[in-house]
């Protein structure tokens, strides 16, 4: 039973464009969420996150929108770079209770120049 | 400024041998996690270290996984007679303190990428 989903698998999107990314969970006892991006070879890089009390978080060319009674979070892209290209993990954690981070199975973003 | 550092960063084994994997945290973090990543899978969790608590073995696959973690900082990671299916990325996590909440942001090591032959 995955609680985290990440139903693309893959996405391609052009040089200065949008990119969006998007992740869907079951537990509604998350309430908090985060986004990693891993390229290959490396361990991810934290990249935003956002706390239930928000329903958006910004931070430079990154957005992450919560949408909490779809169970649904999206992160935004803009302008998309080719250096942006990587697997990107959305996760997501109760702070009462468990501690561990519950991960989908990702998106390979490829931004084309 | 180390971040996490793991090793090997890679390592070839025989089924049915023992593996180790090392972990350093970030020093000062006082909570550390296990994960690994199999082919096409995401971050499947392992195990979790908080300080001098017992540590929370609920996501290891197996009896043939272990972990310790001494004087708080390094951890290793053991596996026992592996098995093909062990073939993954072991990635370890570390966090200034333990939970799921906000500041509490989990920092990856980049990985040992174990393959079983």
């Known amino acids: 039973d995955q609680q985290v989903k990440q139903n693309s698998p893959s996405l391609s999107v052009q040089e200065g464009r949008i990119s969006i990314l998007n992740c869907d969970y079951t537990n509604s006892m998350f309430d908090y969420f985060l986004w990693y991006k891993k390229y290959p070879a490396e361990g991810p890089t934290f990249l935003i996150s956002i706390s239930s009390i928000k329903d958006k978080n910004e931070d430079g060319r990154f957005t992450v929108f919560l949408n909490k009674s779809a169970k649904h979070l999206s992160l935004h892209i803009v302008p998309s770079q080719p250096g942006d290209s990587a697997v990107y993990f959305c996760?997501?954690?109760?702070?009462?209770?468990?501690?561990?981070?519950?991960f989908g199975t990702g998106t390979r973003l490829k931004v084309l120049a | 400024g180390a971040g996490v550092s793991q090793s090997p960063s890679n390592k070839v084994t025989e089924k049915g041998k023992d593996v180790e994997l090392r972990c350093d945290p970030i020093s000062g973090h006082t909570a550390l996690y296990w994960y690994r990543q199999s082919l096409g899978q995401g971050l499947e969790f392992l195990i979790y270290f908080q300080g001098n608590s017992a540590p929370d073995k609920s996501g290891l696959p197996s009896d043939r996984f272990s972990a310790e973690r001494t004087g708080g900082s390094v951890s290793t990671l053991t596996i026992q007679r592996t098995q093909q299916e062990d073939s993954a990325v072991y990635l370890c996590?570390?966090?200034?303190?333990?939970?799921?909440?906000?500041?509490?942001?989990?920092?990856f090591g980049p990985g040992t990428r174990l393959l079983v032959l």
């Open positions: 996760a997501a954690s109760a702070s009462s209770g468990t501690y561990k981070y519950i």
């Open positions: 996590a570390s966090s200034l303190q333990a939970g799921g909440g906000r500041g509490k942001t989990q920092y």
